[in-house]
């Protein structure tokens, strides 16, 4: 193993060691082992090299969930994690069904989301000849997994699938890729199901050691201006309880990431919300003029720091993270740690250092008075904006939000109020079109009790617009809103910004219809899916109400303007100081 995510250990292996029973097929040895990691749904596309497989899955509880695309089944699985915090399955055949899961896989490896893709191969004797529907799957996917397995030998399979799972799960959760031949599918053999695993290579550092710790309260007791800038990895981590109580502890202001969202509760009065290129205003003024940047489980990518030379460039940083590949990647740390996100909270709840801040905390509340998130309200049409604010107030705040990608993603993440994690679920590092529909998908299922709402625009919803086939078949009740402003937002935003609004291929509308096209109620209606358009802005909460008191599926065309534009933005390579605010 070589990828920059792996460090190493030996684990005790959840379920317990098992002898050899009698002979079975490789298949079945798969799907038995998937039973042993408690997997309760797959979401998984048949084909000639994975036929076995499914057979298998005849005889299993495991529930099959048939997207209509694998790039949809990826996507799907990787809702079902990100929402259940449990690791998502896909699997696909060879060839084509392979390289349509890539886009979710490398989704889930940008994201850090545990995720198993299984692709069935040909048989090994035709492995390297340009067989029908052969693809070099391992060497394809080299770049964007965790790790990756070809098995050869059916006696592999309990070994190479408790290793994945484990290694999905720990650490930087990430993807897997399992490789099976037909032939080795088709092979006999009695398993042997590992108590333990061994992996010499892969060693975890989850504890920071009491110094380092001592370090950062030194840090904190020198500064007069702090800031929390806190990622996905809180969640991950499961340490969102312990960061609002050292946030209280200590008295200091916490902006996350667009992935960290929901880990610490915004309407608490020391959340700045998200920092980032179309984050709070103050949530980018208290990173950037801070003295004291403590980072933890994130990871300074370019969309939160723009230029990273002036990026916090009088603080000093603090970099806490469970990947060690992450510490002064791309911003030099004072204090580097890696460890565990939770393991190092915990250990500073030991012993806090409260300081009142007074000057520092006045000037946050000043820029959050002068600087909110905000638009102008026009009564005449349907703004973005408005349709979220308005589904907010409708669901209380307590739905599960999925989005596709676009203005809509980040007008979801500005006025949809996030107050627990995994809350939130969308494609962050990748930016994925096409991610809402079978993520919500996959985040309903897992969770059948929440009011899973996908916000999409009408650009990205259309990448995967077939998965309603799968809302259908699977009953599967999730809303669905789209902004549907006939353009591909965001380009046109940065074409208006960037480019004297000169425009590409951006406007989606076809020009020889005389009403907004395509007619996504119709559509919905060909999959037995409700659905309802909102044409006019007193349209919009009767629209909203009946959506949210549908039993099951539901959706909601919501046309608005394109001339909107999402806003604080940041250009890109550039810093807070010029960021657009109207």
Request: hydrophobic share 40%.
């Amino acid at each position: 193993m070589t990828h920059q995510r792996k460090t190493a250990t030996t684990a005790v292996h959840p379920a317990a060691a098992g002898a050899a029973g009698p002979e079975m097929k490789g298949a079945e040895i798969v799907i038995r082992a998937l039973e042993r990691e408690g997997v309760d749904m797959i979401f998984a596309y048949p084909g000639g090299a994975s036929m076995e497989l499914h057979q298998a899955l005849l005889n299993s509880p495991i529930r099959v969930v048939l997207p209509r695309h694998e790039q949809g089944g990826a996507f799907a699985a990787n809702g079902y994690a990100r929402a259940t915090g449990r690791v998502g399955v896909c699997m696909a055949t060879s060839g084509p069904g392979a390289t349509n899961l890539i886009t979710g896989i490398a989704d889930a490896y940008m994201d850090s989301v545990p995720l198993i893709a299984i692709t069935g191969q040909v048989p090994q004797r035709f492995i390297g000849k340009n067989a029908f529907q052969e693809t070099d799957i391992i060497g394809v996917t080299r770049p964007i997994v965790k790790h990756s397995y070809l098995v050869l030998n059916a006696a592999d399979i309990p070994k190479v699938m408790a290793e994945a799972f484990y290694l999905a799960a720990s650490g930087r959760p990430g993807p897997v890729v399992i490789d099976l031949p037909k032939d080795v599918q088709q092979a006999r053999c009695a398993p042997d199901f590992p108590a333990r695993i061994k992996l010499p290579t892969y060693r975890l550092r989850t504890e920071p050691s009491d110094a380092e710790v001592e370090a950062v309260r030194e840090a904190i007791r020198a500064c007069e201006r702090p800031c929390v800038y806190a990622g996905g990895g809180i969640i991950a981590a499961g340490a969102h309880q312990e960061l609002r109580k050292v946030a209280e502890a200590y008295n200091l202001p916490v902006t996350t990431t667009l992935l960290g969202l929901g880990a610490f509760p915004e309407s608490h009065p020391l959340s700045l919300k998200w920092l980032g290129m179309h984050g709070a205003y103050y949530a980018n003024c208290a990173a950037n003029e801070c003295d004291l940047l403590l980072c933890i489980g994130a990871r300074f990518d370019d969309r939160v720091t723009g230029n990273v030379a002036s990026f916090a460039e009088h603080a000093t940083v603090v970099h806490v993270d469970i990947d060690p590949s992450e510490i002064n990647k791309n911003k030099k740390a004072d204090i580097g740690i890696v460890c565990d996100a939770r393991q190092f909270l915990q250990k500073l709840l030991e012993h806090p250092v409260r300081k009142e801040y007074a000057a520092w905390h006045a000037r946050i509340e000043a820029w959050k008075r002068d600087y909110p998130f905000s638009y102008n309200p026009d009564e005449e049409s349907i703004q973005p904006q408005h349709v979220i604010e308005t589904l907010y107030e409708l669901t209380g705040g307590k739905a599960l939000i999925v989005t596709g990608v676009g203005q809509h993603q980040m007008w979801a993440g500005q006025f949809y109020k996030f107050e627990r994690p995994r809350q939130f679920l969308t494609s962050g590092g990748l930016g994925a079109m096409g991610f809402g529909l079978p993520a919500a998908i996959g985040a309903k299922l897992g969770c059948p009790d929440a009011l899973v709402v996908c916000i999409d625009g009408d650009g990205s919803f259309q990448m995967n617009i077939q998965e309603l086939g799968t809302v259908f078949a699977e009953e599967v009740g999730v809303k669905v809103v789209i902004l549907n402003n006939q353009h591909l937002g965001m380009v046109a935003q940065w074409e208006d910004r960037f480019y004297g609004s000169r425009r590409g291929d951006t406007v989606l509308s076809n020009t020889r219809v005389d009403r907004p096209y395509p007619d996504f109620v119709q559509i919905a209606k060909g999959f037995f899916v409700p659905g309802r358009e909102v044409n006019s802005r007193d349209e919009l909460q009767p629209a909203l109400e009946e959506m949210l008191a549908a039993e099951g599926a539901f959706v909601l065309d919501v046309h608005t303007g394109y001339q909107e534009h999402v806003l604080p933005m940041i250009p890109a390579g550039g810093s807070y100081r010029e960021s657009i605010l109207e």
